[in-house]
Nanobody
Framework: QVQLVESGGGLVQPGGSLRLSCAAS????????IGWFRQAPGKEREGVSC????????YYGDSAKGRFTISRDNAKNTVYLQMDSLKPEDTAVYYC??????????????????????WGQGTQVTVSS
């Protein structure tokens, strides 16, 4: 059974940092890319960042560039999203998702949700003073 479990969300002040984790099980990890998405109230879900498990290639959406860092720990089958210089507009539910890395372009450049096979339940991030 495939499971993706996000953690690390919470309430943080503007300018602060959070590190989200996505723990994956039930996958052959080298075959997959892991993407982070977010959905703010009243808005469509958007791709934030993506990483391929086999070689660690990273991708960032416009909202993440320069502030967020994605990384992986192969031994722990976990992907992290380090978020720095957080802004109120970063407030959203953050999801991780896994898709076959053969579709790397669709997953990590287009952030095509239909090409992701598995999704986590999401973790709330609130940036507020």
């Amino acid at each position: 059974q495939v499971q993706l479990v996000e953690s690390g969300g919470g309430l943080v002040q503007p300018g602060g940092s959070l590190r989200l984790s996505c723990a994956a099980s039930g996958l052959f990890f080298d075959d997959y890319a892991i993407g982070w998405f977010r959905q703010a109230p009243g808005k469509e879900r958007e791709g934030v960042s993506c990483i391929t498990f086999n070689d660690g290639t990273t991708y960032y959406g416009d909202s993440a560039k320069g502030r967020f860092t994605i990384s992986r720990d192969n031994a722990k089958n976990t992907v992290y999203l380090q978020m720095d210089s957080l802004k109120p507009e970063d407030t959203a539910v953050y999801y991780c998702a896994a898709g076959n890395a053969i579709l790397q372009f669709n997953l990590c450049v287009l952030y095509n949700e239909r090409d992701y096979d598995y999704w986590g339940q999401g973790t709330q991030v609130t940036v507020s003073s």
